[in-house]
């Protein structure tokens, strides 16, 4: 009698230690569909419910990773194109020409002040507003190239100036980058399984509206184009009243809530 209660201890035991070997197996490796025991008996049940725990886990683990990844390949897109506006930058044969014809270096300050504010917002959208699933993704890659080709046209300016084809690329690429900050933003604050607070989710709304603003005012000013160059930058210039203006609405919105 003792003599079989002893080797079914011992058959248990071994069952429980190739059990914790497996389950640290895949946590190890990051599997997600790890193998689920027959549930036979009630330690049987235990053990797959543990491991179905475990497997969300993981599997809400390997998401994390993979945004962090993507944060990660988005700061190198965005690293590239900023080093693409400097490197590009139109050098004068004689230093007087710096001071002479400065708008070069304003349009540098210009495209260097535009990708570091995509850079702060596109952080804290990753910080607490990035929904990881497929449409978030798309609009992530579609927001780097639009990026990309500001930083082209950034070339495009640097050799011809301040003409119609370079207005209109600055207008098209800048436009959908804060269009895109913008949806990001308002689709985080509406997503009920992201852990955020009522003031959080208000931060939100409000910044994807004024990267609404911005983004849709670089837009319409294409309806402009036929008038020349200059009359699509003075639309630009009423991006800074707009935003003004929605930043009051929202200190009236927020007392009102108070």
Not at 62 to 88: K, P, T, Y
Not at 169 to 177: C, D, E, L, P
Not at 241 to 253: G, L, N, Q, T, Y
Request: aromatic share 14%; with cysteine; charged share 20%.
């Amino acid at each position: 009698m003792l003599e079989g209660y002893r080797n079914s201890f011992e058959k248990r035991m071994c069952q429980q230690i190739g059990v914790n070997v497996i389950r640290h197996y895949y946590l190890q490796h990051l599997v997600v569909l790890a193998p689920r025991l027959r549930p036979h008996d009630t330690l049987a049940r235990k053990e797959n419910k543990r491991q179905g725990w475990e497997v969300r886990f993981v599997k809400r683990f390997i998401d994390e990773r993979q945004v962090h990844r993507l944060e990660a390949f988005s700061d190198i897109v965005i690293a590239l194109s900023l080093s693409e506006i400097a490197f590009n930058l139109h050098t004068p044969l004689q230093t007087a020409e710096l001071f002479q014809r400065p708008i070069y270096l304003v349009g540098f300050l210009v495209g260097f002040t535009f990708v570091a504010s995509v850079w702060w917002w596109h952080s804290r959208i990753f910080a607490r507003y990035f929904v990881p699933d497929v449409f978030s993704l798309v609009a992530n890659f579609v927001l780097l190239a639009a990026l990309v080709l500001f930083a082209w046209a950034q070339q495009l300016f640097y050799k011809s100036g301040l003409d119609a084809t370079t207005t209109v690329f600055y207008a098209v690429t800048g436009g959908i980058v804060y269009a895109l900050l913008g949806l990001l933003f308002v689709r985080g604050a509406r997503d009920a399984q992201l852990p955020l607070t009522g003031q959080e989710r208000s931060y939100g709304f409000n910044r994807g509206a004024r990267m609404f603003i911005v983004g849709g005012i670089l837009l319409l000013s294409l309806a402009i184009a036929p008038f020349g160059a200059e009359r699509i930058v003075d639309t630009w210039l009423l991006i800074v009243p707009a935003i003004i203006i929605a930043r009051v609405m929202e200190r009236r919105a927020s007392r009102g809530l108070e």
